[in-house]
Structure formats: structure tokens, C-alpha cells
């Protein structure tokens, strides 16, 4: 079977969870006998044999962003078209349209994997301006025209459905989002502890610990409003970067300026890295951390959650999308409740209260250490056990199967 995906992201041009899920499906799916991946990915990805990149068409360097993203989807539904995949495969809005047009072109299925939703994300309007109509109208048609869509959580499904009714039920999948665990493991080794010092923190102090982009689906804003109510003993790691847009920039950095000085200076620091890390480093930085933070108002899954997991991490999060199916309350984590406004946004109805519920469950969550450390590695099994990569590119491959078969997948 000759598998064409294609993605925004790919190493080494990855910035979230999106490109960690291709990347490792990918390299999961060539492990599998009888399958050939090929990726097509933007820009230029790392070289290795079955992976192409494009840049953007020439007399659109300058373009919106969405007509720069429509130009490189136009060449990879031309050569999918050309290449002779049995079945196309998009991830995220970028690469959906090029899924869509190159499967009609090749006569063959278009699959989709369901990370995120345009309609679930307004405020990138702030980002894409008129360009937000343009991606909205690529998902929607892609979606609507898909042979099958795989959702990374069962509440992804729930959102699909709503936001494109007119999508048959039965062409909607779940497979969840995966990791390797034997690369996400907790690493407390000198070299480990001396990446964490190198970076201002204190390797054996109580820690908290962010790791995300900074954009409103985050809900970074809230956690630093809630990170007022920890002692001034607890360090405050933020590992963010990549903001949407210059507004959401500023207002994270007031918001980090004040907690700096309403903690005073004789308090443990709030290191805020902006660069993304080499993985080596982001694991160090979580295994010598106690407590992992999502405050997302908006997450199909949350693979941010499995890889804190993976190195011991207990999680405090917010009980909204995908992340309850990851973070089981009382048992690797603590969920924090939140009613959300209904216009897409997923802004609390009273945010106050859950900025409030917020803090209350990080300050529990600090209070017993040896509860914490025991939630850490009932999620570290939970992550080896329940979601490893081979098992997802099983299930993935059982989907590719049943659209081309047309029948229900057996998953």
C-alpha cells in the first residue's frame, strides 16, 4: 500500500503537536511490512529517501499567508496526482486542500487527521486576518469531501461533527494521538541535572512546569494570573514560544513581568524559555519538575500531556477536548473544571472562577509531594501501556483499509 502524507510540519521544521504526530506516524507506519509513506511536507524537511519539500510558488513570496499555503498545496496535489499513492493523507488546514484536490486528481481516497478545527479557533483571525475565511473555507471542503477522518480523541470527533454536520458519522475515526515511549523517558542523570542549571533552576526545588505555544488555545494568560496563588519557594518554568500574533506577545510578557515582581525578588525564579529545546533538554527540564501544567481552553488530545507523562510528570489540566481521555483525575493528574461560552472561542464563562480553580489545584497538587510523585507514575505507565506508536499505526493502517475497502474499520 503507497500512503502519500502530507503536512505543514516535519522535522526538523516542527513547532507542535501536529508535526510530533507526523512524524512519529510516519516513522511508525514505515515500520509496518507491505506500507510505503510518502511525505510531502513545506519548506525544507530533513532529508531521507520517500520525503519532499516545497516552498512557496514563485510571485507569491509576498502574499497572504493562507495564498502562500494554497500555492504549496497546489503543487503537492500535482505531484500526489503524478506519483501513484494508493491513498492521500493531510494533516491541519495547510495541507488539507492539497490532500483534497490531489486525491480528486488521482482518483483515489483523501484521509484526514483531525487536530485541530478552524471553527474552533476564531482569534486566528488575529493572525490570518482575511486569510482565516481562506483556511476555513480549505477545511471545510476538505472535510466535507473526505473519504475518512481520523480524530485524535473522542471529544475531536464530538467537534467535527458539530462544526461540519453535513460529514457522515461512520466516515469519522478515532485513533489517538501516541508516544514513544522509550525516547520520552525520565532522565535525573548529572548530565540532565547540569542542563537544568545551565538554565537558571534549581534541579532538586519544587517546579512547575509549561511547555506549549503561546496562542489563545493555550489559555497561557489564565496560568499566569493563577501562578499568584504558589508560595514564592515553587520555581515557574515556561517553555513558550512561536506567539500567534504581537498582541498575545505582549500581553504574556506584562503578565510574566508582574508575576516576577509580585513575587519579589528574594523568590524562586520564573524562567521563561522562548526557543524550542532539543528534546534532550525539554526532558531534563520535566524530569526534574513536579508538576506539569495545560491550562488549554481548547485541545483535541494533547500530546504535550503523554510526553510529561511519559517522563513521570503528574498533570495538572484543564477538563476540556481530548485531554480527559489522556489525564485521568485522581489518578495520573488533577482536572480542573471549566463551563465554556459557546462561540467557538472556549473562553470561560467565568473566568475568574477558573483562573480560582486553576491555582486551588496547583497549590493542592504541591501540597503532597508523595502524591504527586505517585500520580507521575501511574501516567508514565499509563502512557507506555495505552499509547504507543505502534499500536496507533496499526489502527491508522486499519482505517486506511476499510476507506479503500469502504467499510467500517475495525478498531
Partial sequence: MRIDILTREYPPNVYGGAGVH???????LRALDGVQVHVRAFDDPVEEDGTDGYAVPPGLEKANGALRTLGVDLLMARDVAEGGADLVHSHTWYANLGGHLGGLLAGVPHVISAHSLEPMRPWKAEQLGGGYGISSMAEKVSYEGAAGVVAVSAGMRKDILAAYPSVDPARVHVVHNGIDS???????????????????????????VFLGRITRQKGLPYLLRALRRLGP??????????????????????????????RGGGAAPVVWIGEMLPRDQVIAVLSHSTIFMCPSVYE????????????GLPVVATATGGIPEVVVDGQTGWLVPIEQVTDGTGTPVDEEKFVDDLGAALVEALADPAEARRRGEAGR???????????????????YRAVLEGRAPAL
Fill in 22 to 28: 507526523v512524524a512519529e506516524l510516519t516513522r511508525a
Fill in 182 to 208: 522509550a525516547r520520552w523517558e525520565p532522565d535525573t542523570s548529572d548530565a540532565a541535572r547540569e542542563v537544568v542549571r545551565a538554565r537558571g533552576l534549581d534541579p532538586d526545588a519544587p517546579t512547575v
Fill in 233 to 262: 519557594e515553587v520555581q515557574v518554568v515556561l517553555l513558550a514560544g512561536a506567539p500567534d500574533t504581537p498582541e498575545i506577545e505582549q500581553e504574556v510578557v506584562g503578565l510574566v513581568d508582574g508575576l516576577r515582581a509580585e
Fill in 300 to 311: 483535541p488530545l494533547g500530546i504535550v500531556n503523554l510526553e510529561a507523562m511519559a517522563c
Fill in 381 to 399: 505507565r499509563r502512557a507506555v501501556e495505552s499509547f504507543s506508536w505502534s499500536s496507533i499505526a496499526e489502527r491508522t493502517l486499519e482505517v
